[in-house]
């Protein structure tokens, strides 16, 4: 039992490690075989997952539904267009997470203290107002439509999104097992028992929130770089938000491999409709999004450990609590 | 003088719209629980189908009223039916089934869009009607848009009068005060969502041919009728139909006051409008 218990634990690691080299290896690979089709198809699904992990890190554990997603990865963008020839690289992206994360500490300041569906729709209309206010000052002040961008090259673009994701994984994981990941699942239990018992609820919600844009907004700064142009509809689509959203979902938000795998799963997946079938993969993807939401509540995860139990029985009693209503 | 009182009336021609827009969804929400972020798309949806009557059939788009209402009607009634009651049954609490009803409504945004524009392309279409204009003094005001706000106000006032003084209206409004009390006199609460929903539709139809008589259409105009409903809907305060009448027209005339100042910031006005109200007052102004 405890020989099993302690290979258990290294399964996880090793498998990490594994894919890392492979993704590290990938570029030599791709370019050997003269494929740049697959780097670009890699750096999406590594940008997904940013966003999508990120995303799981506020709203997972707190219960809050942020769908300003968007905000903090075009602003990131943004930062690129507009600071991509004064600064260097590095800096370059940093200050597109900093730009973030500033936007973050100060719409989650004032949005905070709304629940549910309200801090849904205030989260999407910043989007929206940041977007048309934008919008309006590059046609009259700016006198321009959008930016051009500095290009990159893409090995460069994966490389150093492969860079963030990794520390993103290890900020999860740090932050899941502090007690401050602890006090987070706290407030998505209850919010007002959790004040009770000293978790100091505003400044810790806030932190996560600047903390998981703080990622977008690297994300972004560096995506813009494998682009030409953009401009604030390219920067804030609302898609940026709805997706990640749904990716999460998708791979089942209870750790941090779920939301993982329901990016790289759906990522592909929607790149593969797009270029099969341009002209109805919306239908088939709204298809998917409708019977995950229905049958898979608890995503992928959720399936593969309800699968899990009955193939080995169960162990367990079921501690999941559920509401009489 | 003139031009604010044409400031005055262009907003309440843009308050007509706005407020049948909002009529449908501030039921949904306000009684089902459910945000229908795809309510915009059963407006296009509507109006597509009544510019494709008139210009392929040459029928009177007046006349679709009939034809595309009841149509989202069905539609709403069965959505609700399969997927939003199988979704309920399935989620613990009512809080969960507000996010993941949410999420479910972005699913049928995309299915529906996807087939209008499979259908209709993405081309801006039109069709003109009444396309004259009528002199009251010295304003000068559009025929069309004068039939849309009489018929917006109209539409809204019959619904109203359904809701609160035939039975399955009262049956309705039971269902969204108590559902358990409502439940155990005897309303079948299922069957109330269903029609609920299925009602928003309907009047997410009717909103939708009054829109394609005067604006252009685009199938993946949706979004915007949506953000707009939702507006109007915390505005007026939830469920409330006088309330989302009186949101619409303050909307509409809020929206010429400041594209009579500076067009281009009408959409960032909406925004910020709402967001402010959303912090102070998130029951709407007439709210209880």
Redesign the interface.
């Given at each position: 039992m405890k020989i099993k218990a302690n290979y258990k634990k290294y399964v996880i690691p090793v498998i990490a490690i594994l894919v890392l080299v492979l993704l590290i290896a990938l570029p030599y690979f791709a370019e050997r075989s003269d494929s740049r089709y697959t780097i670009v198809l890699f750096k999406t699904i590594l940008m997904f997952t940013i966003l999508t992990l990120s995303w799981a890190l506020f709203s997972g554990p707190t219960g809050y539904t942020s769908l300003a997603t968007a905000a903090f990865y075009g602003v990131g963008l943004y930062t690129a267009g507009v600071l991509g020839r004064v600064l260097p690289l590095p800096v370059m992206v940093l200050c597109g997470g900093l730009a973030s994360f500033l936007l973050a500490v100060i719409i989650g300041g004032i949005t905070l203290r709304l629940r549910g569906i309200y801090f849904a729709i205030f989260t999407l209309s910043s989007v929206e107002l940041i977007k048309h206010v934008l919008h309006w000052y590059e046609i009259t002040i700016a006198g321009g439509r959008g930016r051009p961008v500095v290009r990159v090259p893409d090995t460069t673009v994966f490389y150093v999104l492969l860079g963030i994701l990794v520390l993103l994984i290890i900020t999860s994981y740090l932050l899941k097992r502090s007690k401050y990941g602890l006090a987070l699942s706290s407030i998505g239990s209850c919010e007002e028992a959790a004040a009770h018992i000293g978790v100091n609820v505003v400044t810790l919600k806030v932190f996560t929130f600047a903390l998981s844009s703080f990622f977008m907004g690297l994300a972004g700064a560096i995506m813009a770089t494998g682009m030409v142009y953009i401009d604030c509809f390219i920067a804030f689509d609302l898609n940026y938000s709805f997706f990640p959203t749904l990716m999460a979902i998708f791979g089942g938000m209870g750790n941090i491999v779920g939301p993982i795998i329901g990016a790289v799963v759906f990522t592909y997946l929607r790149e593969i409709l797009i270029t099969e079938f341009p002209y109805v993969y919306m239908f088939i993807f709204g298809t998917v999004m409708i019977l995950t939401i229905i049958y898979l509540p608890n995503g992928l995860i959720g399936l593969a450990e309800s699968i899990r139990r009955k193939l080995l029985g169960g162990k367990h009693a079921d501690t999941t609590c559920r509401r009489v209503n | 003088m003139i031009s604010f009182i044409n400031i005055l009336l262009n907003g309440l021609l843009l308050g007509g719209i706005y407020a049948i827009t909002a009529v449908g969804l501030s039921l949904q929400y306000g009684v089902a629980r459910i945000?229908n972020i795809a309510h915009g798309e059963f407006i296009m949806f509507s109006a597509f189908i009544t510019w494709m009557l008139h210009t392929t059939l040459g029928i009177n788009p007046l006349l679709c009223l009939a034809v595309a209402g009841p149509l989202m009607f069905v539609l709403g009634y069965l959505i609700q039916k399969f997927?939003y009651k199988?979704?309920k049954d399935?989620?613990?609490?009512?809080?969960a089934f507000?996010?993941?009803s949410?999420?479910?409504a972005?699913?049928?945004?995309?299915?529906i869009?996807?087939?209008a524009?499979?259908i209709w392309g993405n081309n801006i279409e039109g069709y003109t009607f009444m396309a004259y204009s009528v002199y009251l003094g010295d304003i000068r005001l559009s025929a069309n848009r004068l039939v849309i706000l009489v018929l917006a106000v109209l539409i809204c006032a019959l619904f109203y009068l359904f809701l609160t003084r035939t039975r399955p209206g009262k049956a309705i409004r039971a269902a969204s005060q108590d559902p358990e009390a409502a439940g155990l006199m005897g309303v079948e609460i299922n069957r109330m969502l269903a029609l609920c929903f299925a009602l928003g539709a309907l009047m997410a139809g009717f909103a939708g041919v009054l829109i394609s008589l005067a604006y252009q259409l685009q199938t993946t105009m949706g979004?915007q009728y949506t953000?707009i409903a939702?507006i109007v809907v915390v505005l007026g305060g939830l469920g409330s139909i006088p309330g989302s009448l009186i949101g619409g027209f303050l909307l509409g005339i809020f929206g010429s006051i400041v594209s009579g100042i500076?067009p281009?910031?009408t959409?960032?006005a909406y925004?910020?409008l709402?967001?402010v109200l959303?912090?102070v007052k998130?029951s709407g102004i007439f709210g209880r």
């Open positions: - | 945000l997927l199988t979704l399935k989620t613990p609490s009512p809080a507000e996010g993941s949410m999420l479910l972005f699913g049928l945004l995309f299915v869009q996807n087939i524009v499979f979004m953000i939702i500076e281009g910031l959409m960032a925004y910020l709402f967001m959303l912090l998130p």
